[in-house]
């Protein structure tokens, strides 16, 4: 496992410079206009008539997450995850250490017990690669998501064990779930834009550039004590990214109102 520090985790005491820290949060351009997730949705719609591309099991994504404990600093696990899944059913699973908005730049590692804590590795040092035997399930998530809006709810709850349909906070949960776990298609992409359009407190903020540098448009939701930025292409309709920042001072885990407590960029 890869770790940091939230804020300025030391390697040797106060005289020695900081590791990755955390980072800032998404910026809304202030002069750019907000489209409507109806139009992105028939924008996506119209992309998805000839079907491609087409639906892959299989994700890379990059993630970043704060770990938060009373009697520890906050730590931060910023890593890229790629898993290909073969014809016969089986799969694989990279996990290397990154850092997005410093590449080449070390990242600390917390290191295995007995071999002196934590240390510096290299951006893209391999924190895991694993090989797993072929597996195959009909239950949401491993089940092909569904191609239409009403369909693809069910399925989501589906996948978050859930006896009602999801609340805006659980469907954007239920999303991050179904992106580590597939490539969306054009028609899959469709759907969830459609069921994201009928979200209740979704709200168009306007344009951002992810951590990737992509363009997108950004749309948000405040609930459960968070503030959830959803990053979407404006042109397919595809999710982007996944940001969730505090919205209060949580002064017991070190956690300040703005700071980013998770996010996710997919990689198409």
């Known amino acids: 496992m890869v770790a940091v520090s939230a804020g300025a985790l030391l390697l040797a005491g106060p005289g020695s410079a900081p590791a990755v820290a955390a980072p800032r949060p998404l910026v809304v351009r202030a002069d750019s206009t907000p489209v409507p997730l109806e139009r992105l949705a028939e924008r996506a719609e119209r992309d998805a008539a000839d079907g491609s591309p087409r639906l892959r099991k299989g994700t890379h994504v990059q993630s970043w997450s704060l770990g938060m404990s ?5 730590i931060t696990l910023p890593v890229e995850r790629v898993v290909r899944w073969n014809a016969d059913d089986s799969h694989t699973e990279l996990v290397v250490a990154t850092d997005p908005r410093r590449p080449g730049r ?5 290191g295995d017990e007995g071999d002196g804590g ?23 998530p491993q089940s092909p998501p569904p191609r239409d809006a009403t369909r693809l709810r069910a399925y989501l709850s589906e996948a978050q064990h859930l006896d009602a349909p999801p609340t805006t906070g659980e469907l954007l949960d239920a999303t991050a779930v179904l992106l580590d776990t597939w490539t969306l298609g054009a028609r899959e992409n469709a759907a969830l834009a459609r069921l994201l359009a009928d979200a209740d407190g979704l709200r168009s903020a306007g344009r951002v550039t992810d951590r990737l540098g ?4 950004a749309y948000v939701y405040d609930g459960g004590g968070y503030r959830r930025m959803l990053v979407m ?8 990214g996944l940001e969730s920042t505090a919205v209060a001072d949580e002064p017991a885990y070190g956690v300040e109102a703005g700071d980013v407590i998770d ?3 997919w990689v198409r």
């Open 70 to 74: 009373e009697d520890e600093p906050p």
């Open 106 to 110: 070390p990242v600390l590692s917390e």
């Open 118 to 140: 934590p240390h510096l590795v290299e951006d893209g040092h391999v924190v895991s690669e694993r090989t797993f035997p072929p597996s195959w399930s009909d239950a949401p």
């Open 214 to 217: 992509r363009h997108g448009q």
């Open 233 to 240: 292409d404006p042109g397919s309709g595809a999710v982007l």
């Open 263 to 265: 996010y996710s960029a």
